[in-house]
């Protein structure tokens, strides 16, 4: 007998824009996955992997934060920067076209506070993507 998974899990609704369903389909398509779930379930395992590694630093650290983000985002992205100040010792903005902008910054400082700063990026509206590569 083949134990079923999909039994076992509980079901939750999401909601998506027409944007995310589409990037969720490519995904599923392109990656081979059977089917939306397995896919969210990867993506998932993704994000929880670099969360706990960004958790995982302690002391001083250095790195670059990458984000490319909606021209609506520039001013919160601001903000940030402002309020954050200390840390960031180079920062490099371009305007890439088609409403996105791009920001480069070089950090350096606890990793707590750096941690605190890359928090405040990931909730907000308009990045479509944030990297943080550690040195």
Known sequence: MINNIANNMPIISISLTEKNLEDLETLQRDLGFGGRSEAIRAAMRTMLAETNERRSMVGHVDGVLIVVNN???SGPIHDIYHNNHPLIKTHVHNYLGNDKCMNMM???GDASEINELLDQM???E???YLKFVRS
């Open 126 to 128: 308009g990045i479509t």
């Open 71 to 73: 021209t609506c985002a």
């Open 122 to 124: 990931h909730h907000l």
């Open 106 to 108: 070089v950090l350096s």
